[in-house]
């Protein structure tokens, strides 16, 4: 599989959507959603997309379209558009909905469980065993398991202003997150005790 996993920033980003239909909306909240600025070419636009600040264009603008665009998106039942727009997209980011070989950024199944986002790609083999995936990733990550993500944020910066070496403060981590204390203050969600318990370990630490 020569696809890399990686998270682009899209505050601020310009996203063409090439359709208005499902997936183009799907895609379209997506992006809206974080930060960036979104013009679909179709029929009609979705009320949630206009409310958010998406704007609608005419399929006659697809040039234009792409000449503004950063990333753009391909999500049209329009054969022949769709191919138009993507070979006029080739030096852009190009999310080929329809197509997705035909493209060079995948845009996979993804959710967000409190601070922790998780993405699902099956190498486009199966979206429906994405969702089903989804749905086990989620049965099994709980409330301790985010608890514990912030707790280890708040210990990894602590550490950072008195332990330089990278790997001194990973053996640190490892030997706070093993104190039986800890877990017991994470099991029964007392967050701020948990912190100051912590703030005792390291500095005796020292």
């Given at each position: 599989m020569d696809w890399t996993a990686l998270y682009?920033?899209?505050?601020?980003?310009?996203?063409?959507?090439?359709?208005?239909?499902?997936?183009?909306?799907r895609r379209a909240n997506k992006f809206l959603d974080h930060g960036a600025n979104v013009k679909l070419a179709g029929n009609n636009l979705a009320d949630d997309?206009?409310?958010?600040?998406?704007?609608l264009c005419s399929t006659d603008?697809?040039?234009?379209?792409?000449?503004?665009?950063?990333?753009?998106?391909?999500?049209?039942?329009?054969k022949e558009l769709s191919n138009?727009?993507?070979?006029i997209s080739q030096d852009k980011l190009i999310n080929r909905a329809d197509y997705p070989y035909g493209g060079n950024i995948i845009v996979p199944t993804s959710f967000s469980i409190g601070n922790?986002?998780?993405?699902i790609f099956t190498n486009g083999k199966s979206p429906l065993m994405a969702r089903q995936l989804r749905k086990k990733i989620q049965s099994?990550?709980?409330?301790?398991?985010?608890?514990?993500?912030?707790?280890?944020d708040y210990v990894r910066l602590k550490l950072k202003d008195v332990v330089e070496n990278q790997k001194e403060r990973r053996k640190y981590i490892y030997r706070i997150f093993e104190d039986d204390e800890v877990n017991d203050f994470?099991?029964?969600?007392q967050i701020d005790e948990a912190k100051d318990y912590i703030d005792n370990l390291i500095r005796g630490l020292y």
């Open positions: 682009l920033k899209t505050d601020a980003l310009n996203v063409f959507i090439l359709g208005t239909g499902e997936v183009a909306t997309l206009e409310s958010k600040g998406a704007i603008e697809v040039d234009e379209l792409v000449q503004w665009a950063d990333l753009v998106v391909v999500a049209s039942g329009d138009y727009v993507s070979k922790v986002e998780i993405s099994i990550i709980s409330e301790e398991d985010l608890l514990e993500i912030e707790l280890q994470i099991k029964n969600r």
